[in-house]
């Protein structure tokens, strides 16, 4: 149980481009979703919290208008990363959890931009 | 930052070797969780020990922690080539309101374990 599905799980694009990245509860419904970016042999370094049906709070150093959340309902989120340049390539990850619950993790988009 | 260290960076031993990874943290906490995370994947949960609770055992896992030196190791014990991974401490801080309600994670060991 406690899965959760992240997709694409490999984006190759030209810079500019705005990626859309899905992350979905498979089997409960989230109170809060996470997403994380992380670079090569590197940690987990928090963006954003999301809950469903409120704006994210992000963290800092975080860009809002970069990096635009949507939690649209209990299972499924999504983190757009606008206009794409290469310094945005990165490995993001997210992750789904009930109150109370350790966090479950998604297997991560890795993005490349040219 | 409030990252976590984590040491060693990186760890190789053969098979059937137990594993020690440190980490030390800087604020209080409900509680540190331990993950493991293969390469290009993402992250798996092992274990939460609560800050009131000193060790902790799953299988061939055991996990103690020290609130006062603010640190936790994580041992694990008969080892497999299938457990070559890298391995990263998260801790849940105080003032956030609830168990895994953020999580700070550390900086990671890269465990090779040989055949």
């Known amino acids: 149980g406690a899965v959760v599905s992240q997709h694409p799980s490999w984006v190759i694009c030209k810079s500019g481009t705005s990626v859309k990245i899905e992350c979905r509860s498979l089997d409960f419904q989230a109170t809060t979703m996470f997403w994380y970016r992380q670079f090569p042999k590197q940690s987990l370094m928090l963006m954003a919290t999301?809950?469903?049906?409120?704006?994210?709070?992000?963290e800092q150093g975080v860009e809002k208008d970069k990096f635009l959340i949507n939690h649209a309902s209990l299972t499924l989120s999504t983190l757009t990363v606008t206009s794409a340049h290469p310094e945005d390539s990165s490995f993001y990850i997210c992750?789904?959890?009930?109150?109370?619950?350790?966090?479950?993790f998604g297997d991560g988009t890795r993005l490349s931009i040219l | 930052s409030q990252q976590g260290e984590e040491d060693p960076q990186a760890l190789s031993i053969q098979e059937g070797e137990n594993a020690t990874m440190n980490c030390s943290y800087k604020?209080?906490?409900?509680?540190l969780q331990w993950y493991r995370q293969n390469s290009g994947r993402g992250l798996v949960h092992l274990i939460l020990i609560r800050s009131n609770e000193r060790e902790k055992h799953s299988g061939r896992l055991r996990v103690t922690l020290d609130t006062s030196k603010k640190s936790s190791s994580l041992l694990i014990t008969a080892s497999r080539a299938a457990d070559t991974a890298s391995y990263f401490c998260?801790?849940?801080?105080?003032?956030?309101?609830?168990?895994?309600?953020?999580?700070?994670f550390g900086t990671g060991t890269l465990l090779a374990v040989q055949p």
């Open positions: 999301s809950n469903e049906g409120s704006k994210a709070t992000y």
């Open positions: 604020t209080s906490i409900n509680n």
């Open positions: 992750s789904a959890n009930l109150q109370g619950q350790p966090q479950h």
């Open positions: 998260a801790t849940d801080p105080k003032g956030y309101g609830g168990a895994t309600n953020k999580l700070i």
